[in-house]
């Protein structure tokens, strides 16, 4: 649509209010309506309205392609979320069994430690004993 400094009256003469597109408006008597009339020597309207039928249906067939990708990785999200929590409450049932073993064999080592402190002090005493003689 090319811009003009010329109004619609000045192209189409009889009817003022005639738009080069082939729509033409008169306000009504009385009334703020205005009526609107289709020429029907413009039939480019009808591909218009096609092709836009044809894009928003386009744009519809997109928001649902969107959509269900949206629902498959939020699916994805919560398995994921779900693997997590397990994963997260096996170590932490892990950790505790091996505190718990460390804590029992800990002692147990430390007496080990002393048992054989005990018998090395024991050992070297005897020896200076039986050395001296």
């Known amino acids: 649509m090319a811009s003009n400094s010329h109004s619609c009256s000045d192209f189409y003469g009889a009817s003022p209010y005639r738009?080069?597109?082939?729509?033409?408006?008169?306000?009504?008597?009385?009334?703020?309506?205005?009526?609107?009339?289709?020429?029907?020597?413009?039939?480019?309207?009808?591909?218009?309205?096609?092709?836009?039928?044809?894009?928003?249906?386009?744009?519809?067939?997109?928001?649902?392609?969107?959509?269900?990708?949206?629902?498959?990785?939020?699916?994805?999200?919560?398995?994921?979320?779900?693997?997590l929590i397990k994963a997260q409450a096996g170590v932490k049932n892990n950790m505790r069994k091996l505190n718990r073993s460390f804590i029992r064999e800990g002692s147990n080592h430390v007496m080990h430690v002393v048992l054989f402190a005990l018998l090395c002090f024991f050992l070297v005493y005897l020896w200076s004993k039986f050395s001296r003689r």
Do not use: C, W, Y
Not at 42 to 57: A, C, F, P, W, Y
Not at 68 to 81: G, P, T, V, W
């Open 19 to 83: 738009s080069r597109e082939g729509l033409s408006t008169r306000p009504t008597a009385g009334s703020d309506e205005i009526q609107l009339r289709i020429d029907p020597m413009h039939g480019d309207l009808d591909d218009e309205i096609t092709s836009l039928r044809k894009q928003v249906r386009q744009l519809r067939n997109v928001a649902q392609e969107i959509e269900s990708e949206a629902k498959f990785q939020n699916d994805f999200i919560s398995q994921l979320q779900m693997t």
